[in-house]
């Protein structure tokens, strides 16, 4: 009996003594970037958690319109590649930039070299409908390329426009300044999958790394055609976009390129039917310039109308938009103006019409 009173005692104190509750932080959500706009995430399709930065026009008329720009990032390549155009276009257009799948603090979810060029597509979906936005001008640089071609095959209503950045339609090993090594493909991907399941490889990689001391200078050949600087390319801005490649893991690295390595998106090509600009720097060593010219020539072929435009950068290589972004952001606000947004008039104006209709 006076352990019970005693235990019925205790069961009194949480009554007597409010204690303090202690409320799980709520993750926060949003934080400002450097260039004035929020990085935010969404859970994608499958789960995932996918990062992405918006800017909304400050001007208000512009804000109206909700014109959008989407810019992808090519193979392990972080947003800040695009930092030049966001601050040239984010006063009069609404801009995305995205966080590829498995990097950069985004989850790589349920993705395989199977899905992973589609799933990345349908995050950008996810995306847009998370912001309301019906139709965007799809940027893609690289490997985003592809991922371009893919969310305008399944989605072609929700693209005001193309632009292709040193971008291939297919394996890239075809279009490789070192056209040999498409020959080694069955073994590349054969080292890529072992790469995918031993998670030990990003130690021995940042071991290789560190042992390197021209690393840097082997990556600005790789991404420029040259160790000189041949436009405004800002050094330390390449160095920044060097380390991100560095943190970039291994496992997604390996799984994003043999997803490329698999993908074949020409036959997409005839049927687009937005306007395109395709950019390509006559330097370029990883996707020729030459692949740029072929994919214009695929989607104009044989068509009264012609979609798309070949701007060729002489002394650029793989990265346009940084090593000469003055040109770049002048091309495409040409290219915006003159061919994009007549374009996106004309479809909004269709849209109004047919709903009158209904009416």
């Not at 006063?91 to 930039?97: A, F, L, V």
Request: positive net charge; charged residues 30%; aromatic residues 12%.
């Amino acid at each position: 009996m006076e352990k019970e009173k005693k235990m019925g005692f205790l069961n009194q104190i949480p009554k007597i003594i409010k204690f303090p509750e202690f409320k799980k932080k709520k993750e926060e959500k949003e934080e400002k970037t450097s260039l004035g706009g929020k990085l935010t995430w969404i859970r994608s399709f499958d789960g995932a958690k996918i990062y992405y930065a918006y800017y909304i026009p400050k001007n208000q008329f512009q804000r109206k319109k909700k014109r959008a720009i989407v810019f992808g990032s090519g193979w392990l390549a972080f947003p800040m590649i695009w930092r030049r155009q966001v601050e040239a276009f984010k006063n009069d257009y609404y801009i995305i930039t995205i966080r590829n799948r498995g990097c950069f603090g985004s989850e790589l979810g349920k993705s395989t070299a199977k899905t992973y060029i589609e799933d990345s597509a349908e995050d950008l979906k996810c995306i847009l409908d998370e912001r309301k936005i019906k139709k965007a001008v799809i940027v893609g640089h690289s490997m985003w390329g592809l991922i371009a071609l893919q969310f305008y095959k399944k989605y072609p209503q929700r693209v005001a426009g193309l632009v292709l950045v040193s971008a291939p339609d297919a394996n890239p090993l075809d279009y490789f300044f070192f056209k040999k090594l498409s020959k080694y493909q069955f073994l590349l991907t054969w080292i890529l999958k072992i790469i995918e399941k031993i998670p030990i490889i990003d130690i021995l990689r940042n071991m290789l790394i560190s042992r390197i001391r021209d690393f840097n200078y082997f990556i600005q050949v790789a991404l420029t055609g040259t160790l000189i600087n041949q436009g405004y390319l800002d050094e330390e801005e390449l160095n920044q976009i060097i380390m991100k490649i560095k943190e970039a893991p291994t496992k997604v690295g390996a799984m994003s390129l043999r997803a490329m390595l698999d993908m074949d998106l020409s036959e997409i090509l005839p049927h687009i039917s937005v306007p395109t600009l395709v950019v390509a720097g006559k330097a370029d060593p990883i996707v020729l310039w030459t692949s740029s010219k072929r994919i214009v020539e695929d989607i104009n072929f044989d068509r009264e109308e012609k979609y798309a435009e070949l701007f060729l950068m002489p002394k650029c290589g793989h990265i346009a938009m940084m090593e000469h972004p003055s040109k770049f952001n002048q091309k495409f606000q040409e290219f915006l103006e003159k061919r994009v947004i007549p374009y996106w008039d004309k479809k909004r104006k269709e849209t109004t019409e047919k709903k009158e209709e209904i009416k």
